[in-house]
């Protein structure tokens, strides 16, 4: 069985609301970590990146690019965009079904941190409990600070070991191939919501077994920033929740 897990970095400035600077490396060493626990068992894990020509120079050598993007929120509805360049998420998963032979694909956002055991815990339960599709909440606002020092992907036995709070978004999906397939987000981006919303309903018409799980520590997030929900007429949140309902 093979797995493929694709992420969507983003080059942003240190200052960015979003915490991404900061979070995105952390991000990129848990994956690379969990995929040496995992290869030492046998299991067969590749990482994916998709992305912007712009983003290419902060993805590290371990991660396996994708054709670039060509589609955005700039591209397809300029009028609202305001220079806010957001992926469309059916781009990025046909390009994953189409550039990789995986078996079980796995989607989550660039500042979604995994722990070392991920890969093999979600190895366990598709075999143990016979999914072929799930979702996996993860732990919310570890501390950006220890000691008045900043956490950074040099610091991860100490992230690891953070238990955080509890979060009721879906940012961590796991669908093998097939189900993926079938998959029709029309032209949804991140970083807005109901996009998570969305994708667990196809996932459920489509996988009627399709499984949600709350309380596995096994990805987390630093912080607890949501920068999209200080105004929520915005225009791109707007046309997400519009999107939503086709």
């Known amino acids: 069985m093979k797995f493929a897990h694709l992420i969507n970095p983003f080059k942003c400035a240190e200052d960015n609301s979003s915490y991404l600077y900061y979070a995105q490396p952390i991000t990129f060493k848990s994956m690379y970590n969990a995929q040496l626990e995992a290869l030492k068992v046998g299991i067969d894990i590749k990482l994916y ?36 360049k957001l992926p469309i998420i059916q781009e990025m998963f046909n390009s994953i079904l189409q550039n990789s032979d995986a078996d079980y694909i796995i989607f989550t956002n660039s500042d979604i941190g995994v722990q070392k055991n991920f ?26 600070f220890k000691d008045k020092k900043r956490l950074t992907d040099k610091n991860l036995d100490i992230i690891y070991k953070e238990i ?24 949804m981006f991140t970083g807005y ?20 799980y709350t309380n596995k ?3 987390f997030h630093l912080g607890n920033d949501s920068v999209w929900c200080k105004n929520s007429k915005n225009p791109l949140w707007l046309k997400n929740i519009k999107l939503s309902k086709k």
Not at 53 to 63: G, Q, V
Not at 167 to 181: A, Q, S
Not at 193 to 212: E, Y
Request: overall charge positive.
């Open 193 to 212: 919501p109901p996009w998570g919303f969305k994708l667990h309903s196809c996932m459920k018409k489509i996988d009627k077994k399709t499984h949600l």
């Open 49 to 84: 990146t998709v992305n912007y020509p712009e983003d290419d120079e902060i993805i590290p050598e371990y991660f396996i690019k994708l054709p670039h993007l060509k589609k955005s929120t700039m591209s397809e509805f300029p009028k609202i965009a305001r220079n806010r």
């Open 164 to 187: 955080g709070q509890t979060h009721p978004g879906k940012d961590c999906f796991i669908m093998h191939r097939k189900i993926l397939e079938k998959i029709n987000m029309n032209l």
């Open 119 to 144: 890969y093999k815990k979600v190895n366990e339960f598709i075999h143990k409990d016979n999914l072929k599709s799930f979702i996996i909440n993860r732990r919310d606002n570890i501390p950006k």
């Open 217 to 219: 520590y096994l990805t």
